[in-house]
């Protein structure tokens, strides 16, 4: 059940490229975490993905949670090449372009961050599908005037999220509802295996009702003198009932309980053997 509880979904995703413009990222990164309303909103995946994860899933879950999308463009933006000479703008693993194609699908607002003097594109030298990064309003970060233009972004970024409130409860709601419906299959899985051996243990609480009861009746029958007149009061079958509900509860909490920390066990034991046999594979774009 601990999945349930996960923390809020990042309000804000940083899409860059490494060996276009270092350094930029993880300011505007460290700068949008610094403020309060951000503080563990922001995404990027330096450390934002564990080894062993696929990280396309991780990638676009967090694209589908977000509410702004910041693309950083540098200078070499269109032109990076990779090992073999081709430019990696567009190419089919590029992991790049992937994320903002997915992002303009998704419909988040996107915002292209100029970095390091770079321009804004033109639509004909982007790839098909990302044309639409063209027609977005572009937001500049000098160096001469960092502060002055991070203020500037932040209040633009709280602006963006001030006005889809609505949009971030659908988001938060659909993805507890994700969570609630793969707990709920889980458990029940684990329900039906557990059940050739959890029924013939309901003869104990089904013993201890039958027995309390049993004895409840008769102290009654003592101080009546007549069974029928105990039988006939329905406030005896209303503890009944009262009895088999609490003896049911406290049945299922052992019991509860008893899952829980079996399968903290477990999954302990898988984390341990996951990093012992998987290691990290860095991102490549």
Sequence with gaps: MGEIFKKRPNL?????????APGYAGHVFGDLSSERRFKER???????IHGGADYRNVLGREIRECVVFLVLIGRD?????DSKGQRRLGAPNDVLSWEVVTALDKGSMVIPVLVNGATMPEPEDLPAGMERLADKQAHALTDDHWDDDMKLLVRLLNEAIRRRPARRFRLWLGREWEHVKRSWRRWLREALRAAPFVIPTLFVPCAVIIGVWTY????????AGSLDSVLDDPYVYTQLAALQALCVLVYAAIWLAAYRRLRRRR??????GAAAQVQDQPRTE
């Design 12 to 20: 804000i995703f940083v899409c860059y490229r490494r060996d276009d």
């Design 42 to 48: 922001v995404f990027i995946d330096r450390g934002g």
């Design 77 to 81: 933006w269109l032109r990076m090449t």
């Design 216 to 223: 409840w009746v008769a102290s009654r029958f003592r101080a």
């Design 267 to 272: 999954d302990a034991a898988t984390a341990a």
